[in-house]
Each structure stands twice: as C-alpha cells, then as structure tokens.
C-alpha cells in the first residue's frame, strides 16, 4: 500500500511541476551500479551491476530544478570474492534487480543556461527521496531461489521487498550544441534496510524452522553456506550473521544525455 501511494504522488506531483514549467527537460542515462552492506563492508565505489533509466524534469531557473527518476539495476555481492579469509569462509553470496522511483532536486554551481549563458559546463549536486524495489536471490544446484521466502534468520515473517530511500549525489553537466546537454554523476542511496542482501542479524536457532523437511533443508543451506566447499560449517546459531550496520547502502554512477524544451516563460 505504501509503495503504490508514493507511486501515485509522485507522479501527481510531477504533472502539477510540468504544467507551470518554464524550461521542461527529458533524458536517459546508463551505467554501473553497487551496494554496500553486509557482503561488501568497506569499498564504497565497488560496481557489482548495470544501471540505466529515465528522467523527466522541471528547470525553474539556471540553478534550481525538480525532476522525477526511474531507475532499474542490479547488484549483487559474493563472499567467494571478498579479500577478506572471514568472509570467503562464509561463503554467502546473492544478486537483486533494484528499481528506483525518486524524485529529486539538482543544483547548479554555475547559472546554466543554454545557448546564451556564460557557462556550457557546471558541476552540481542532487539530493531527494525515492523508494527502492529489490528481491535478493541466489544460486543453488543450477537453480535459482528468492531468498527472502526462506526467513534465514529465522525471522517470523517475511520482510518487505521494498524500502525508502534517500539519494545524494554529484554530477557534471555539458551543453554539447543547442537544447542538447551531457551529464555524468555519481550517487548514494540511503536505504530504509538492511536486507537488500538479505543478511543483517543472526544464524537461525534450530527452533525457528519450519516443520517442513524440505523448507528447513532449504533454510539451513541459505542461512550458512560456508561448509559447501569444505563440509565444515561456521555459523552457530544466534550468533552474529552480517555486520552491525542498521541499512544497506546502493549507488548508481553514469553518464547520460538530455533535452530541453524551451518555453516563452523561459528564464
């Protein structure tokens, strides 16, 4: 419910913005997408993914505007890979698609505007708030499991395959010839989560499984994959599974290409 009422407001919202525009601006843009959390601590420009998405957006005067975003990724992370010997003996690993509904405010260093201002190129900084779509999954005997429906923490129920978000970035923008322009940013999300992953607290106590043989199987394998290599199993129950950290974090670097309507009430 919540997911489909901030859907719906932030698309009302950016009607209301685009029938009083001055300067109305679309564009797409492509690149690389990453995480940090409990599989990838530390390394915060690690790109794990593809990223691309569109935009459509408000110029009210050459530094302010407000524009709505929609994004797809993916990301994913391996222990497998780690340079870390306590996480390769851990050995979890999963991927997610990621989509992103946000809408955002840019600001211009510099007062861009195009064919006639002073400046062609400005840096700038974006800030917002969105809401991040994501399933965690991963690979097991050549198939392929959500693992949020296996509760392995030994959760009560199901968490929400979707959170809130709060996106922060810098960019560069350049105006290549007329009402054309080129971007490139990089940016972090805050996510409301700490389950993008699907790890974040502990390994389930034998209690906390299902009664089904096949279900607890199952869990048992995605809750602590470390003894697949080498038959000697890490994680004891109740004890810590991930990092401390309350959210996961994801980013999306990139560059893209824009147009902009020019209208009489132009600034």
Not at 11 to 24: D, E, H, N, R, W
Not at 128 to 157: C, H, I, S, W
């Amino acid at each position: 419910m919540l997911k489909k009422a901030l859907i719906i407001f932030l698309f009302l919202l950016t009607i209301k913005t685009v029938s009083f525009a001055q300067t109305l601006e679309i564009g797409g843009f492509g690149g690389g997408a990453g995480y940090m959390g409990d599989l990838n601590p530390d390394n915060p420009l690690k790109i794990s993914g593809f990223a691309a998405g569109g935009f459509i957006k408000n110029n009210f005067n050459p530094y302010w505007s407000l524009g709505l975003y929609v994004t797809t990724s993916k990301i994913k992370g391996d222990d497998a890979t780690s340079k870390n010997q306590q996480f390769r003996d851990r050995n979890l690993s999963f991927y997610t698609p990621l989509t992103e509904f946000a809408l955002m405010v840019d600001f211009n260093f510099l007062d861009y505007i195009l064919e006639g201002g002073r400046h062609k190129v400005t840096p700038y900084l974006y800030a917002g708030v969105g809401m991040a779509l994501f399933n965690p999954k991963t690979r097991y005997m050549d198939k392929t499991y959500e693992l949020r429906y296996y509760l392995t923490e030994g959760q009560d129920k199901m968490y929400e395959n979707y959170a809130l978000a709060i996106p922060y970035g810098v960019g560069v923008k350049y105006n290549i010839a007329g009402n054309w322009s080129t971007t490139a940013s990089l940016g972090y999300r805050n996510a409301y989560t700490d389950y993008l992953d699907d790890v974040s607290g502990y390994y389930p106590d034998p209690s906390q499984l299902s009664k089904d043989s096949n279900i607890s199987h199952l869990q048992k394998v995605f809750s602590d994959r470390s003894g697949e290599n080498t038959g000697i199993y890490i994680g004891k129950p109740n004890t810590q599974r991930g990092d401390f950290r309350k959210r996961d974090t994801y980013l999306f670097v990139g560059i893209g290409i824009t147009y902009t309507f020019v209208s009489q009430k132009c600034f």
